[in-house]
């Protein structure tokens, strides 16, 4: 689904323009379900560590820094290289490379559950961070060149789309139901035999595509991309949580020169990693924004409103788990409403209507996280998740259908990019910000034994694996849960200006057909 005007500037298409167009049969749907379960298990794997930071911080001893490392390095790792995995997809072959970051995704995923350090289990992250880099591209491409009527291919995203959101809710449930019985590590754990399941199917259901005609891959290019996107975030992470210091600048400046001499580099090659006159066009740098746009409260919601339900709800990891069911029901349930609203809305106004809906839960979350009754936070999850789903839907769909099928792992590199951006700017942000709003109300009574003042100063976690209870835990949650409120209210408000340029810059129609 190009923009208006799109397909007529695009390359010429290959030879095999009519097989492509080809109504899709039982083995391409097929397909489909292995490509979901791959981003399913990132997107689990995103958000199922959450309900286990209670349970990590007291048994490896993690500070609230590392905490959020613990919870960012995955995404940061994911984001940092999703662009050069695009393209490398491109050019060695789609399932090829989905195959072997599935088999390396495994090894990380064992590592990470052996882990008994802060430091260790951050490595591991990291390792399964640089490991899903090459899962991501190959899903969406592949449902770029196995899907080729507008119409299935607009199914087979919302399916992908409901995938990622389902999956980033589907995380504490997973956790809670593990951590009920088992140690921490077990959320790494369950990855084995969902991988062993991938590597068959996979094998077995999936056709293999690339680039008939690569360009070589610019290992200068390579170097800027992972420098400018790792030094940019690290100097958000770094100003959030400490403030403005040498660090802070070092890294913005290192950053900012890393992504310009990149941008730059793009425009001279004959072959560039990412084609950065794609973002001229305002309904594919809108797409990417929207996509961007809707991750980033979600993710950042996720990570901390696990913690509030256990802590300051006293909830179990279960029973917090199965509280956050409606965010993925609702998030699944937009494959059936798309069909309905896409055609009588539009592109753009679905995506816009979708952010206002997730931007008004947003809000009315802040108000119920003071509510006694759980009922009133589960109605404002329904909204959440079921807006996050029409917009990611549509903003990926523009996104992965701009460019021509050979260049289609690059595209969806760019969506994944923002999409992990998102994800690892949500948790540093946000969670960044309910820390300072949480320490800086933070009130305990007068003589609070000095190591849980200490411990309850760091964050809410560490003041329960400290042992606080009575005056002290109550200011402590009370601390928490405004904290909470201000998140949210945060999340909303950036969530609604995305929903306004959604409206101005997607149009209405972005295929001709199909819609």
């Known amino acids: ?99 072997m970051g599935a088999a390396a995704f495994g090894g990380a995923s064992l590592l990470a559950a052996l882990a008994t350090t802060p430091e260790a289990l951050v490595a591991a992250r990291l390792l399964l961070g640089v490991a899903g880099a090459t899962l991501m591209p190959s899903t969406l491409s592949l449902i770029r060149s196995i899907f080729g009527l507008p119409r299935q291919r607009t199914l087979a995203i919302a399916i992908w789309s409901a995938g990622a959101s389902g999956g980033a809710a589907l995380g504490p449930l997973v956790g809670g139901a593990l951590l009920e019985h088992f140690w921490w590590g077990s959320v790494f754990l369950i990855n084995l035999p969902v991988v062993a399941v991938l590597l068959v199917g996979g094998a077995l259901l999936l056709p293999e595509s690339r680039n008939p005609a690569p360009g070589p891959i610019d290992l200068r290019s390579v170097v800027l991309s992972l420098v400018g996107l790792v030094s940019a975030v690290y100097a958000v992470k770094h100003l959030a949580h400490v403030g403005l210091d040498a660090m802070t600048v070092l890294s913005a400046a290192v950053g900012a020169v890393g992504l310009v001499a990149f941008v730059r580099r793009q425009r001279r090659l004959e072959h560039p990693l990412i084609d950065v006159e794609l973002f001229r066009r305002p309904a594919f740098s809108g797409a990417v924004a929207v996509n961007f746009a809707s991750v980033f409260p979600l993710a950042g919601l996720l990570f901390f409103f696990s913690q509030y339900l256990q802590l300051a709800r006293g909830f179990s990891p279960l029973e917090a788990g199965l509280r956050e069911t409606p965010l993925m029901l609702a998030a699944i349930a937009a494959i059936a409403v798309i069909g309905l609203v896409l055609p009588r809305l539009g592109a753009g106004r679905t995506a816009a209507v979708g952010l206002g809906a997730a931007a008004a839960g947003l809000v009315l979350l802040a108000v119920a996280e003071g509510a006694s009754s759980y009922l009133w936070l589960a109605l404002t999850l329904v909204p959440i998740g079921l807006g996050v789903g029409l917009s990611q839907t549509v903003a990926v769909d523009a996104v992965v259908s701009a460019v021509p099928s050979e260049r289609a792992g690059a595209a969806s590199s760019i969506s994944e990019t923002a999409y992990e951006l998102a994800t690892a700017l949500g948790i540093a942000l946000l969670g960044s910000l309910l820390g300072l709003v949480y320490r800086g109300g933070l009130d305990l009574p007068a003589g609070t034994d000095p190591a849980v003042a200490s411990a309850a100063g760091d964050s809410l976690a560490g003041a329960h694996a400290a042992g606080a209870d009575g005056a002290a835990f109550e200011a402590a949650r009370e601390a928490f849960v405004h904290a909470m409120q201000v998140t949210s209210l945060s999340a909303a408000a950036l969530t609604a200006v995305a929903a306004v340029l959604a409206w101005r810059m997607i149009p209405a129609r972005l295929s001709g057909a199909g819609h």
């Open 1 to 99: 689904m190009a923009t208006p005007g799109l397909d007529a500037q695009q390359a010429p298409q290959s030879p095999r323009t009519d097989d492509r167009q080809r109504a899709a049969g039982w083995k391409e749907w097929a397909g489909l379900g292995v490509l979901v379960l791959a981003v399913v298990l990132l997107a689990v794997d995103a958000t199922v560590l959450a309900l286990a930071v209670p349970a990590l911080t007291a048994d490896l001893g993690a500070t609230s820094s590392q905490v959020l490392w613990i919870g960012d390095i995955y995404s940061l790792a994911l984001a940092g290289l999703l662009v050069t995995m695009g393209n490398v997809a491109d050019r060695i072959g789609r399932k090829k490379l989905l195959l």
